[in-house]
């Protein structure tokens, strides 16, 4: 694997040996141990043209955890501000002997064409890692979603799933239900209004349904997706009020779940919106261990796309 762009097509025994790796950096993700050298001499560039507080922070522990050396990219203070393209300030950063760029982008296809670009170029060696982009994919989210899952539920082929809410709008709902899917998940369910789903979502081969109670019928796991404001440029028109009162997980909808169902959400959350205060911090929400195993995810995506992952994992 040479850059991590999407999880579309990304073949099981990779998705497993990521978690392998992950299992093997847990230690060092939660501070038991306190770094390993394996990224020692690497630069990582940390470029996020959206905003970000879990990804971005966690992709820097991670790198740092790993001994990189770290750089944020300040898009504001950027000369982006004064108009140099993208793939100007990739050459550039390249010029600085840039190893990793980690992109997050308002346009979906940004990473592929950062990562084509450095074809173009020649830069084999340089490694671009997707931390989301538009709509499109936000591969890593993906996968510390499934390591969650993974962590509480053990295996994914019995598991019923429901991802809920604005999937239209969701790069987190494309990269998790491609994952699903490879992971064998038998039955995945997607429910949201009419206006907030794709409509091309049945040939993913998921359960569609407009129904939030019948979506939450007896799962052992429910995704919940973020009302994603800042996309919708005036056209969802319901207030975030009846929004709720359609499409929020309260702790009476919660209750048509199995009763050791868990809560995921991939933040950040709109309280009140989509879930409810007392659901997401109730007993059943993992929505904090999930930006924890966010820190051994992107290690282990790290060390892979390096070439460094530790022996028996490479
Ligand atoms: N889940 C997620 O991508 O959160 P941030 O936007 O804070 O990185």
């Not at 560039?45 to 944020?72: G, Y």
């Not at 048509?256 to 995921?264: E, H, L, Q, T």
Request: with cysteine.
């Amino acid at each position: 694997l040479r850059h991590l762009l999407t999880l579309d097509g990304l073949p099981e025994p990779i998705l497993q040996q990521i978690f392998s790796l992950a299992d093997s950096f847990l230690e060092v993700s939660e501070r038991a141990v306190k770094k390993v050298p394996l990224l020692r001499g690497k630069s990582v560039f940390n470029i996020f043209f959206e905003n970000s507080t879990r990804t971005r922070t966690t992709f820097e522990i991670a790198a740092a955890r790993l001994s990189a050396d770290v750089v944020n990219l300040n898009i504001a203070t950027s000369s982006t501000a004064k108009g140099e393209s993208l793939l100007d300030t990739i050459d550039n950063l390249c010029a600085m002997m840039a190893d990793m760029f980690v992109i997050r982008h308002a346009a979906s296809g940004a990473p592929v064409r950062i990562a084509q670009h450095l074809a173009e170029r020649g830069l084999d060696h340089v490694r671009v890692l997707n931390a989301g982009d538009g709509r499109h994919a936000h591969p890593t989210q993906g996968l510390l979603d499934m390591y969650t899952i993974r962590h509480y539920k053990k295996e994914f082929t019995r598991l019923t799933v429901a991802v809920v809410g604005d999937v239209l709008h969701s790069r987190v709902a494309r990269s998790e239900i491609a994952a699903l899917t490879t992971l064998g998940v038998p039955e995945v369910r997607v429910a949201g209004p009419k206006t907030l789903l794709p409509k091309a979502l049945g040939e993913l081969g998921v359960q569609v349904t407009h129904d939030l109670d019948e979506a939450l019928d007896g799962v052992d796991v429910i995704m919940m997706l973020r009302l994603q404001n800042e996309r919708m440029h005036g056209s969802f028109i319901a207030t975030t009020a009846e929004y709720h009162e359609c499409w929020g997980l309260t702790p009476e909808r919660l209750k048509r779940a199995k009763p050791d169902a868990i809560v995921m959400h991939p933040g950040p959350m709109n309280r009140g919106v989509e879930i409810a205060s007392s659901v997401a911090d109730g007993p059943q929400a993992v929505i904090l261990p999930q930006v924890t195993f966010g820190i051994a995810i992107r290690m282990a995506v790290f060390t892979l796309l390096a070439g460094v992952a530790p022996g028996g994992l490479a």
